[in-house]
């Protein structure tokens, strides 16, 4: 078994408070060199989270009040709330059945005018078909911003998630593959994309806190814009990197043990469960069923049984449209995000997960599919 968080991150956050440097410096450095370089990216710049990176994303794209910026509404609220955080409307887009994710048509069926940019999201890990949406977003003339706080080392044509993106935002959060405890990334090719949004997420500064007091000359720092503190800690990118570490043999795992779901669960009538797309390879970092018509059960009752069982299964993947924060917005028609949202749930994936483990989530939804 891969262990999720082990002695050797301890002793890698220990170590950093034991060089006295603990806020961001050399190991942030070297972390955004090789997460980046794992994603297929020139430039990574850490922050303290992928809200916070979603956030400088738009600030860096210019983006404000009066613009349009297309978002799943099928997501976890941070998507929406970015855009709101610069003043500009979030606009709901549905997504594909299979996927979860936005594509091309349903971009394009709630695009207007006034659309600055799309924030699409590998939800779930799954790949959004980027080769198509990378295209399609050239020819609207319109910036696509790629949430991929669940695809680390997830993968599309070939290519990890990330490569050939014009910016991605990533997340450490220990909900996600790779964690930080809490934590972000931003990665860009463009080295002037890179440059401004190490300034962002630094209060504007022309020169860091790391190079001033690297540096043996006094270095006056100048303040070039209104910006933010988003900077992460080096104790985080000293975790992060042992977790870097581990990355591909932690999604090996997922992979193999949900392929074992899927031996399982071919008999089972009226559910369907996520797969890879024909164009790429998932992480599993959320292994969700669907619970289609012919499915004897009711998604909340599923839920409730496998609780009994002793089972933590979780609801599907959210729909922002339906929470009280977006009472405000009537979105176009979203059918398939609220068939989702509604009719899914979340098994168990893990790395402490067994063989037993599975059998018991299998037995129960083959006892309620009929
Ligand atoms: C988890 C998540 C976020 C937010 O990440 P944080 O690092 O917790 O801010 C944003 N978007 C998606 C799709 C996520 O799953």
Redesign the pocket.
Known sequence: MVPRLGEEEAQAAAEAVRSGWVAQGPRVARFEEEFAASVGARHGVAVS???TA?HLALVLLEIGPGDEVVVPSF??I??ANAVRYVGATPVFADVDLATGNVTVATVDAVRTPRTRAVVA?H?GGVPFDVAALRDAAGRWSVSLVE?A??AAGSTAYGRPVGAGSTISAW???P??LLTTG?G?MVTVDDPQWAARLRRLREHGMNVSAADRHASTQPVLESYLETAFNYRMTDIQAAVGLVQLGRLADLVAQRRALAARYHDLLADVDGLTPVRDPEYGETNYQSFWVRLDREYATGRDEVLAELAAAGVSARRGIMAAHLEPAYADVTPAPLPVTERLTRDSLILPLHHALTEADQDLVVDVLRKLAR
């Open positions: 989270s992928c809200t979603l997501s976890f941070a998507t999201v939800q949430d706080a669940c997340s450490f959060h909900r996600k809490e972000g």
